[in-house]
């Protein structure tokens, strides 16, 4: 019998505390089910927090909230009038996408019941704010995100502060990801430069699988710099964040003009300037910068990539038809360890742990005394299919603290050259409860055409058991 020889405590007294921990880069996420289905392709551009102020028209289209008011069957950029047309119709035109604009006015919400509330969309468009948010407001986004969202990000140069309020889109968003109730620990592994960059046509790193520099909308090889910034990354408290274009002569962690990142089960989108996207067709007194056609750059390939990549199609903008199928062999390891590298023993049918179903699970720790166990598989997800990862999880331990993590589970995809990609949850002693949770998370369609590996890693201190009990795997792609 596999792990018979392992002697653990299992725990009877009911320790509870479905506590949440909070690593740098890491969220755990308790819902049973996705925030948001995988090949949703809603979209909601801001506007209610002075996208229009002074010569900024950062609208996609003037009908709002729904710009087919305006013009139900878009063919050009001025069938629909903003700054922001030529990407909204590039969007509408492929027959994948659901476009809302939130009107001036109004306010960000997440779980309410308002047409414009962020659980009906799949991404949300910041395209450089001039308001601050709300503390409501920086609690729905952030919430938003955690739990499956996109969020894009598309700042200006300091000082662009076009209503006169004290505030520019950089001292905005750095204040949504410091001063939030959700996590402002440096949630995304970002912050943005305090800069005005007068010109420069940025050049995208060299990664043939990244699917925003190579997506079903083109290539990017250069971008545009009108005034504008730059981010400074932190792989340190965020693994996943990511810089895609550079200001020249920058690399690394120093001068990212776009970056990408992600958070909880959602994804996040960082961009400079606001000259890219600009289609130089806003309202009539604006004096605007027609990035979106500059020859010398691919913005508008970064855009719309980067949007579908946010929104987690699986076939938006062209991309490839996805066969339904779960990808993970043995996922309830009924034949035991085969398909799966694990340490000697977590893959057990020990009756000291009950399986959730069948009589095989993977158990990882409770020994109570300092060890680390891993399980993981390797797995090729196919092309244009987006991929959502579940599993059941069982916590018991024998800690007494209902407000330390001693022991710790994490669960990461990881690069075929071991690079951890992201941390997608890290669960601890303060998780026990009696039963197995079943644990959710959308991977939209970032790692499509790759492979990757599902790795758990469970390191248990010095003293006192605690149990990581993992069944019923499964990685479904659609």
């Known amino acids: 019998m596999l792990g018979s020889r392992r002697f653990r405590r299992r725990l009877t007294t009911g320790l509870a505390g479905l506590g949440l921990l909070v690593t740098a880069g890491a969220l755990q996420i308790t819902t049973d089910t996705p925030a948001h289905a995988a090949t949703a392709h809603r979209v909601l551009f801001d506007n209610g927090h002075a996208e229009t102020a002074g010569n900024a028209d950062w609208i996609i289209s003037t009908s709002q909230p729904d710009p087919l008011g305006q013009n139900s069957s878009p063919t050009s950029e001025t069938s629909w009038t903003g700054a922001l047309s030529s990407w909204g119709v590039a969007l509408q035109k492929t027959g994948n996408y659901s476009l809302k604009t939130l009107p001036s006015g109004s306010s960000l919400t997440y779980g309410g019941t308002a047409a414009t509330d962020l659980s009906n969309f799949d991404e949300l468009v910041l395209p450089e704010p001039n308001t601050l948010f709300s503390t409501a407001e920086k609690t729905a986004i952030m919430t938003f995100v955690k739990n499956g969202g996109g969020l894009f990000m598309i700042s200006d140069h300091t000082g662009a502060d076009r209503n006169s309020d004290g505030y520019d889109a950089v001292e905005i968003f750095n204040d949504l990801m410091s001063n939030n109730s959700v996590d402002s620990t440096d949630p995304f592994g970002f912050s943005i430069d305090t800069l005005d960059v007068s ?31 730059t981010a400074t990354l932190k792989p340190a408290d965020n693994s996943a964040v990511k810089g895609l274009v550079y200001r020249t002569g920058y690399s690394g962690n120093t001068g990212a003009f776009f970056a990408t990142s992600t958070f909880g089960s959602g ?29 010398g750059a691919t ?8 949007t579908d990549w946010l929104a987690g199609t699986s076939s938006g903008g062209g991309g490839g038809i996805c066969t339904a199928a779960q990808l993970l062999a043995n996922p309830g390891f009924e034949s035991g360890a085969t398909s799966w590298t694990a340490t000697s023993g ?18 990882l720790n409770g020994y109570g005394s300092a060890n680390t166990d891993t399980l993981s598989q390797a797995v090729t997800i196919p092309s244009g299919c987006s991929a959502t990862l579940s599993f059941y999880l ?33 669960y601890s002693n303060l998780n026990a409860a009696s039963g197995y949770t079943r644990r959710t998370f959308s991977l939209g ?10 790795k758990f890693t469970g390191v248990e201190g010095s003293t006192l058991q605690t149990s990581f009990v993992l069944d019923d795997t499964a990685l479904d792609v659609s």
């Open 199 to 229: 010109s420069d046509y940025p050049t995208a790193i060299s990664d043939s699988g990244n699917a925003v520099l190579h997506g079903s909308f083109g290539t990017v090889t250069k971008s545009l710099i009108a005034d504008g910034t």
């Open 267 to 295: 994804k996040v989108a960082f961009w400079g300037d606001s000259s890219p996207i600009d289609d130089g067709t806003g309202q009539s007194g604006n004096t605007l910068y027609d990035g979106w056609n500059d020859t």
């Open 299 to 306: 913005n508008a390939a970064l855009a719309l990539n980067a």
């Open 346 to 363: 977590v893959i057990t049918n020990s009756s000291s742990e009950a399986a959730r179903t069948g009589s095989y699970k993977a158990w």
């Open 394 to 426: 069982h916590v018991d331990t024998a800690e007494t603290t209902t407000t330390t993590a001693y022991d710790t589970l994490k669960a990461q995809v990881l690069n075929s050259g071991g690079t951890v990609l992201s941390t997608l949850a890290t």
């Open 445 to 454: 369609s970032t790692y499509a055409g790759q492979t990757v590996t599902i």
